[in-house]
């Protein structure tokens, strides 16, 4: 079985362009799809504040904080619900924290604002695969030993569901995500029900020894809120995805988001409300969750459905908002030239193939390092995450003052409020977990906005030292057609520059019947091309073809065999103009499709392949 046929088999048929509609999002699913980070925070984020305050204690009095600290967090997420909606309101084609930054509060923060979710994307795949993971091997305790390798596969299994399209990942995630929400409100449902019955048995504290170590105080607290603050990871990939519901996007998206910030808001405040009703103590050996799974549903059918199915589950798609955002995210900044430009090209399932593959290898470089350890991770998590929703609602509140459109001062209030809210959280999380690991991510951040910026700079150079801007019309006499050619030759031209040129010169020099051929996969601007064709390589005809599944070397070569059976007895030369960076590194930020090419055509037996160089 080939490569090809290995590759469809296990992501499908390749996908015309003209089908990228049909793989768009129902709210339905694209709850599953981009709120499973965010809906599946509940399993732990409880758990974390918990946690926290146990340092102090593990009586009512301390534990009791829990509440109006879970109050605090749902008014956060309020705030930031409402706020997004703004967003997506004012960017109807997408409205990520990158872009809403750039255009509004600069480069620079726009650029910190893409590496934070960058980051915070990458760790929250290592965060719910490790945490998925290791649910699993608490049931099934033999596979502990081998926690990374589950972690590894678990990562692979999500990277091909999302290499098959979104519309499939959206089939395949829909009734775990489902399953686990069902299941939360039973539990709640079923909780309150006691209560109200007079049934309720708390927990005993018996079971739990927890010596203090900390006095409770400001600093305790706030170390509590931030923990919980992780509840609220995942709430912005909406309004990055807006472009992956179907239409009207930004409407769909907005009503979306709403129904994520109530579905959130409720299911974390029942849990946290149950935890203090139960007086449950947090435990090393127990997740809070299976605590209190245990306690109301018994040893059950349901809670086993809960502990070993639906939170694993969740906890493992959570790393699909991040497959669903982050490719998006790496257009974005591959188009604005500050990441390699294969990160803009959509793959053969109208994904972005290779931002989906860069993810996959990130993510398990931190599972490797970190030995799929949960703990070890989380310190890192979030400070990604509150960087890009501060700079996002600060570049909102500027964006609503520079239109002021009707009703813009409660828009920009609205978007101050976020802002606001979310940079104190931020203060607080950098100073409670810096220590702890977050100074991992205060590094990371400008670390990767000076990557942006080398990678961008070496963009620019080679646009000058291509440009033809300069070069003044050119005019050459009409070349001989027909079938007694001698020495035809053909032009593969990608993008007119002067690195093509130098190839149609070359070409004139050996060739007594020329073209060239240029395939458009659908960015093509035909007009602009065949203007400036016709001033400077008017005796050359040049054939565009089509590319409806965006590729380049097919077309070509159905080209290449079609001109070679029009010279029969003849040597075709099949010229490729090629340019070469200054240092071999850089050859990574450009596309390989000579090397695809040229392996292509000595397949299927071309005798002639000459490469031009152009040294930049």
Same mark, same amino acid.
């Given at each position: 079985m080939s490569f090809s046929q290995v590759k469809q088999f296990l992501l499908g048929k390749t996908l015309p362009t003209s089908a990228h509609d049909e793989e768009r999002l129902t709210k339905a699913a694209a709850l599953a799809v981009l709120s499973s980070d965010a809906l599946s925070s509940v399993a732990y984020a409880t758990q974390e504040t918990l946690l926290v305050l146990v340092a102090a204690g593990s009586g009512a009095g301390v534990l009791g904080f829990s509440l109006p600290i879970s109050l605090a967090i749902v008014l956060l997420l309020i705030i930031v619900t409402l706020s997004y909606r703004q967003t997506i309101r004012a960017y109807p084609k997408g409205g990520g924290s990158y872009i809403v930054a750039r255009g509004n509060l600069g480069l620079l923060p726009g650029l910190i604002a893409g590496a934070s979710l960058m980051i915070d994307y990458i760790l929250t795949v290592a965060v719910s695969v490790s945490a998925g993971i290791d649910n699993f091997v608490s049931a099934v305790p033999f596979l502990r030993p081998f926690t990374v390798e589950l972690c590894l596969f678990a990562i692979f299994l999500i990277m091909l569901a999302n290499l098959r399209g979104v519309k499939e990942s959206g089939r395949i995630f829909m009734v775990p995500t489902y399953a686990f929400i069902v299941s939360i409100f039973v539990l709640i449902g079923v909780g309150l029900f006691n209560q109200a019955t007079g049934q309720l048995t708390?927990?005993?504290?018996?079971?739990?020894?927890?010596?203090?170590?900390?006095?409770?105080?400001?600093?305790?607290?706030?170390?509590?809120?931030?923990?919980?603050? $992780?509840? *609220?990871?995942?709430?912005?990939?909406?309004?990055?995805?807006? *472009?992956?519901?179907?239409?009207?996007?930004?409407?769909?998206?907005?009503?979306?988001?709403?129904?994520?910030?109530?579905?959130?808001?409720?299911?974390?405040?029942?849990?946290?409300?149950?935890?203090?009703?139960?007086?449950?103590?947090?435990?090393?050996?127990? $997740?809070?969750?299976?605590?209190?799974?245990?306690?109301?549903?018994?040893?059950?059918?349901?809670?086993?459905?809960?502990?070993?199915?639906? $939170?694993?589950?969740?906890?493992?798609?959570?790393?699909?908002?991040?497959?669903?955002?982050?490719?998006?995210?790496?257009?974005?900044?591959?188009?604005?030239?500050?990441?390699?430009?294969?990160?803009?090209? *959509?793959?053969?399932?109208?994904?972005?193939?290779?931002?989906?593959?860069?993810?996959?290898?990130?993510?398990?470089?931190?599972?490797?390092?970190?030995?799929?350890?949960?703990?070890?991770?989380?310190?890192?998590?979030?400070?990604?995450?509150?960087?890009?929703?501060?700079?996002?609602?600060?570049?909102?509140?500027?964006?609503?003052?520079?239109?002021?459109?009707?009703?813009?001062?409660?828009?920009?209030?609205?978007?101050?409020?976020?802002?606001?809210?979310?940079?104190? /959280?931020?203060? /607080?999380?950098?100073?409670?977990?810096?220590?702890?690991?977050?100074?991992?991510?205060?590094?990371?951040?400008?670390?990767?906005?000076?990557?942006?910026?080398?990678?961008?700079?070496?963009?620019?150079?080679?646009?000058?030292?291509?440009?033809?801007?300069?070069?003044?019309?050119?005019?050459?006499?009409?070349?001989?057609?027909?079938?007694?050619? $001698?020495?035809?030759?053909? /032009?593969?031209?990608?993008?007119?520059?002067?690195?093509?040129?130098?190839?149609l010169d070359y070409a004139r020099s050996i060739g007594d019947e020329v073209v060239a051929v240029h395939v458009d996969t659908g960015s093509t601007n035909r007009e602009k091309l065949q203007t400036r064709w016709q001033e400077l390589e008017s005796d050359i005809d040049l054939h565009i073809l089509e590319s409806p599944y965006r590729s380049v070397v097919t077309p070509i070569l159905d080209f290449v065999s079609s001109f070679e059976d029009q010279h029969p007895g003849v040597l075709s030369t099949i010229i490729i103009p090629a340019f070469v960076p200054r240092r071999w590194w850089e050859s990574v930020l450009h596309n390989q499709t000579t090397l695809f090419l040229k392996a292509a055509l000595r397949t299927k037996k071309s005798r002639v392949v000459t490469t031009v160089r152009y040294y930049l």
């Amino acid at each position: 079985m080939s490569f090809s046929q290995v590759k469809q088999f296990l992501l499908g048929k390749t996908l015309p362009t003209s089908a990228h509609d049909e793989e768009r999002l129902t709210k339905a699913a694209a709850l599953a799809v981009l709120s499973s980070d965010a809906l599946s925070s509940v399993a732990y984020a409880t758990q974390e504040t918990l946690l926290v305050l146990v340092a102090a204690g593990s009586g009512a009095g301390v534990l009791g904080f829990s509440l109006p600290i879970s109050l605090a967090i749902v008014l956060l997420l309020i705030i930031v619900t409402l706020s997004y909606r703004q967003t997506i309101r004012a960017y109807p084609k997408g409205g990520g924290s990158y872009i809403v930054a750039r255009g509004n509060l600069g480069l620079l923060p726009g650029l910190i604002a893409g590496a934070s979710l960058m980051i915070d994307y990458i760790l929250t795949v290592a965060v719910s695969v490790s945490a998925g993971i290791d649910n699993f091997v608490s049931a099934v305790p033999f596979l502990r030993p081998f926690t990374v390798e589950l972690c590894l596969f678990a990562i692979f299994l999500i990277m091909l569901a999302n290499l098959r399209g979104v519309k499939e990942s959206g089939r395949i995630f829909m009734v775990p995500t489902y399953a686990f929400i069902v299941s939360i409100f039973v539990l709640i449902g079923v909780g309150l029900f006691n209560q109200a019955t007079g049934q309720l048995t708390p927990i005993s504290a018996g079971e739990t020894v927890h010596k203090v170590t900390e006095q409770l105080g400001l600093f305790l607290v706030l170390r509590a809120f931030a923990a919980g603050c $992780t509840a *609220l990871t995942g709430v912005e990939a909406i309004s990055d995805g807006v *472009l992956a519901f179907k239409p009207p996007e930004w409407i769909n998206a907005r009503q979306t988001l709403l129904y994520l910030g109530i579905i959130l808001g409720a299911m974390f405040l029942g849990i946290t409300y149950l935890a203090h009703i139960y007086q449950l103590v947090p435990s090393e050996s127990e $997740t809070v969750l299976s605590l209190l799974s245990r306690q109301i549903f018994g040893i059950s059918p349901l809670y086993y459905f809960l502990i070993l199915f639906a $939170t694993p589950a969740i906890l493992l798609l959570a790393a699909n908002t991040s497959y669903a955002d982050f490719p998006r995210l790496c257009y974005f900044l591959a188009r604005d030239g500050f990441l390699p430009r294969q990160l803009a090209l *959509l793959g053969d399932r109208l994904v972005y193939s290779n931002g989906i593959l860069l993810l996959s290898i990130c993510a398990a470089v931190l599972i490797v390092v970190f030995r799929g350890d949960t703990t070890a991770i989380i310190p890192l998590y979030a400070v990604g995450v509150f960087t890009s929703f501060t700079l996002s609602q600060a570049g909102m509140v500027i964006h609503w003052y520079k239109g002021k459109s009707r009703g813009w001062q409660a828009s920009a209030l609205m978007n101050g409020l976020g802002a606001i809210a979310t940079a104190i /959280v931020l203060v /607080v999380v950098v100073l409670t977990k810096f220590a702890l690991g977050a100074w991992v991510v205060v590094i990371a951040i400008p670390l990767l906005v000076w990557l942006f910026g080398s990678i961008r700079k070496h963009y620019l150079y080679v646009a000058s030292r291509l440009s033809i801007q300069e070069l003044a019309p050119r005019s050459y006499m009409a070349r001989p057609k027909g079938a007694n050619a $001698t020495h035809p030759a053909i /032009v593969v031209v990608g993008q007119l520059h002067r690195g093509t040129v130098e190839a149609l010169d070359y070409a004139r020099s050996i060739g007594d019947e020329v073209v060239a051929v240029h395939v458009d996969t659908g960015s093509t601007n035909r007009e602009k091309l065949q203007t400036r064709w016709q001033e400077l390589e008017s005796d050359i005809d040049l054939h565009i073809l089509e590319s409806p599944y965006r590729s380049v070397v097919t077309p070509i070569l159905d080209f290449v065999s079609s001109f070679e059976d029009q010279h029969p007895g003849v040597l075709s030369t099949i010229i490729i103009p090629a340019f070469v960076p200054r240092r071999w590194w850089e050859s990574v930020l450009h596309n390989q499709t000579t090397l695809f090419l040229k392996a292509a055509l000595r397949t299927k037996k071309s005798r002639v392949v000459t490469t031009v160089r152009y040294y930049l």
